[in-house]
């Protein structure tokens, strides 16, 4: 199974509002990633996750929260979320295999976030 | 900031002709990786050139690697109508964690029937 799975597709939701986002991998990858992707931009990486440890925090602002609750699972929570946060988020894991080591990420489908 | 720039920005090729985009990159890498994204859609990884290679193929792609000008290019053969999407060349710079990707800017290829 070489997927990386996302939910929810879409989510709209007010700058008050809490949610979370979901990404789940079982390819065995021990490196987690969230990134954000304006249109027509590149994907910008977030957070990375090794060992379910934090291990990279890109200085995202607080009101993003992510968490890893074990080897498959990484959550991004979103709380008082401003409209300029709207973005696709997309999910990515791979092996660890250090410096000399190619390290392909395989992504999930992302969800598309429109902050009202 | 994104290490990579990639040229053009945007290519639109008939089906069936080649398509060549180029990547420049500024620090010293292991490796090189192409992506391609399409549209609204999560990334997928094409191919990944170490730094000690010139030159890999993979189907109808081939990818070169020039660190001594720090560029590397992916030229699609054959090109097809589902070929249409963005490509992103990708570099974890050798002095960091090989888990941080920089992407580059990215080029739109539309292949047209």
């Known amino acids: 199974d070489t997927e990386v799975t996302q939910t929810p597709k879409h989510l709209v939701m007010g700058m008050t509002n809490k949610k979370s986002l979901k990404c789940e991998q079982h390819?065995?990858?021990?490196?987690m990633y969230w990134y954000k992707q304006k249109a027509k931009k590149p994907p910008e990486l977030m957070f990375v996750?090794?060992?379910?440890?934090?291990?990279i925090n890109e200085s995202v602002p607080s009101r993003f929260s992510p968490e890893c609750p074990n080897s498959s699972l990484l959550n991004l929570h979103l709380h008082a979320l401003q409209p300029e946060d709207s973005a696709l988020y997309l999910c990515?894991?791979?092996?660890?295999?250090?410096?000399?080591?190619?390290?392909?990420?395989?992504f999930g489908p992302g969800t598309r976030l429109t902050v009202t | 900031s994104q290490q990579g720039e990639e040229d053009p920005q945007a290519l639109s090729i008939q089906e069936g002709e080649n398509a060549t985009m180029n990547c420049s990159y500024k620090?010293?890498?292991?490796?090189l990786q192409w992506y391609r994204q399409n549209s609204g859609r999560g990334l997928v990884h094409l191919i990944l050139?170490?730094?000690?290679?010139r030159e890999k193929h993979s189907g109808r792609l081939r990818v070169t690697l020039d660190t001594s000008k720090k560029s590397s290019s992916l030229l699609i053969t054959a090109s097809r109508a589902a070929d249409t999407a963005s490509y992103f060349c990708?570099?974890?710079?050798?002095?960091?964690?090989?888990?941080?990707?920089?992407f580059g800017e990215g080029t739109q290829l539309t292949v047209n029937p």
């Open positions: 990515a894991s791979s092996r660890l295999l250090g410096l000399a080591g190619g390290n392909e990420q395989y």
């Open positions: 390819m065995g990858h021990r490196a």
């Open positions: 996750y090794s060992y379910e440890k934090l291990s």
């Open positions: 620090t010293s890498i292991n490796n």
């Open positions: 050139i170490r730094s000690n290679e």
């Open positions: 990708a570099t974890p710079p050798r002095e960091t964690s090989g888990s941080r990707l920089t």
